[in-house]
């Protein structure tokens, strides 16, 4: 078995909850506990930043209010690939553009998509065929990571886009009714999926049949029908 890519370790240097913050972590699974403000979703958010150099719905760290010019806010880690065993990075807090600097160029080793689901019912999608950072010498922007809101996730992510087949993300309203109408299986197989995480049969998760709500032209997913 192949090592299982991710953040193997993080160290956060005047931010967060504590002046310093070592974590290392294990392979596929790893389990944060703790009371609410103990900074459990800022570790995730810290996780994500190593993995990507984005910020999770726009969430960027700020230094702590005890942090001076001659202990920099930090952020180190390390993360391993699919072949590399491990390659470190760091970034720091520059005062005076009040921005954060990575201090390696150059691709990370992160050879897959990464999604971060967050509890409000957002999530943050940073792909690497499109999202892969400017090597040294690269002139440009880099692209930033997909950032959903709870709406966008249900109703899509048009980003201006005139034409539907334009539009980045239709939204799980309009995919499940598509997925209905093509009958190539994808919506067999997203009712299946429903049924296997729901509680028992008696409160069996399922999709109903599609219903017009107001003036539009499109069908949403509609309440099943009881059961018998």
């Known amino acids: 078995m192949g090592l299982v890519p991710g953040v193997t370790r993080l160290n956060l240097h005047h931010i967060g909850p504590a002046a310093n913050l070592d974590a290392e972590f294990g392979e596929r699974l790893n389990l944060v506990t703790g009371d609410n403000g103990l900074g459990k979703t800022f570790l995730l958010d810290a996780c994500w ?11 960027e760290f700020h ?5 001076g010019k001659d202990a920099l806010p930090s952020i180190t880690f390390g993360s391993r690939g699919k072949v590399v065993e491990e390659t470190s990075g760091t970034a720091e807090f520059s005062f005076k553009t009040q921005k954060w600097k990575g201090t390696k160029k150059g691709r990370r080793s ?32 880099r692209v930033p990571s997909y950032q959903f809101n ?8 048009p980003t201006g886009a005139v034409r539907a087949e334009d539009i980045i993300c239709n939204g799980l309203l309009r995919d499940v009714e598509s997925w209905r109408l093509k009958n190539n299986g994808a919506f067999g197989m997203l009712q299946d999926v429903l049924k ?3 509680a028992d049969e008696a409160e069996s998760l399922r999709i109903g049949e599609g219903e017009r709500v107001g003036l539009g032209t499109t069908d949403i997913p509609g309440n099943p029908p009881p059961l018998p």
Not at 49 to 54: N, P, V
Not at 150 to 157: I, M, S, T, Y
């Open 196 to 198: 296997r995480i729901s």
């Open 150 to 157: 709870k709406d966008e996730v249900w109703n899509g992510l």
């Open 110 to 141: 992160m050879p897959g998509l990464g999604i971060y689901a967050r509890i409000d019912g957002g999530f943050s999608l940073w792909d690497p065929a499109r999202n892969y950072w400017l090597d040294q010498g690269d002139v440009g922007t």
């Open 49 to 59: 930043y190593a993995l990507t150099q984005t910020w999770a719905d726009n969430r």
């Open 63 to 67: 230094p702590a209010a005890d942090a």
